[in-house]
């Protein structure tokens, strides 16, 4: 158990739907970022949040948007969902921005139907 | 640009054979950080190791070591004695040290299956 935690696990929804993902990092660890896993793209990296602000930004969509509370735990919203969009999402957390190794969450699937 | 590649896409091996996982990674920072991450059946994503560059000595870890050489770009992951137990896939993966490259760029991964 990384302590990293999200909800939901599975998540079943209609195209044109929108989502939110949560993701808690582990106590104390102020980084939290945001990986999609699909069969075609593989492990991607999305954006990251460092104790509330936003610290970079990788291949995501328009469609796609999060933040991080002042409690630190984050949250990844996915609108106009198209099947593409089916993947595992992770989040994972480290103390600080940079190096420090990452703790990944258990995921949620998603799925578009 | 960062990239790591992982040219094994499927091993396959009985237990008690030794095997080895390669990572070639590219990237034009001077420092920078290499990771090894498992993934097995169940999904979810087990840090194994950190290693950064200025760092070359090789780790050994129970059954498990790394050979990271700066000069080939390349740092690969051994498993001694596999058992049925490190069926799962791999995944080497590489971050910088600026503000904007801390992501992790992850490999394609390898699919380990360890037969009995």
């Known amino acids: 158990d990384s302590g990293v935690t999200q909800t939901p696990k599975h998540l079943i929804t209609a195209t044109g739907q929108r989502v939110t993902l949560r993701c808690s990092p582990r106590s104390g660890d102020l980084s939290v970022y945001w990986y999609q896993q699909s069969l075609d793209q593989g492990l991607q990296f999305l954006i990251q949040?460092?104790?509330?602000?936003?610290?970079a930004k990788g291949n995501i969509l328009e469609r796609f948007s999060a933040q991080q509370f002042p409690d630190l735990h984050s949250e990844l919203n996915l609108s106009s969902l198209e099947l593409g969009d089916s993947a595992l999402y992770f989040c994972a957390s480290s103390v600080r921005t940079g190096t420090n190794e990452q703790f990944f969450g258990p995921g949620t699937r998603l799925t578009v139907l | 640009a960062q990239k790591v590649t992982q040219a094994q896409t499927e091993i396959s091996v009985v237990e008690k054979e030794d095997v080895t996982l390669d990572c070639v990674y590219e990237t034009r920072d001077t420092t920078y950080y290499l990771f090894w991450y498992k993934q097995p059946p169940s999904g979810e994503l087990v840090f194994l190791i950190r290693r950064n560059s200025f760092d070359e000595q090789n780790e050994i870890s129970g059954r498990y070591s790394w050979n990271f050489q700066k000069s080939t770009s390349s740092f690969n992951f051994t498993i001694t004695a596999s058992q049925v137990v490190d069926s799962a896939v791999y995944f080497c993966a590489l971050s910088g040290t600026n503000q904007a490259g801390t992501a992790l760029i992850f490999g394609k991964g390898t699919t380990l299956s360890v037969s009995s």
């Open positions: 949040y460092y104790n509330g602000e936003e610290r």
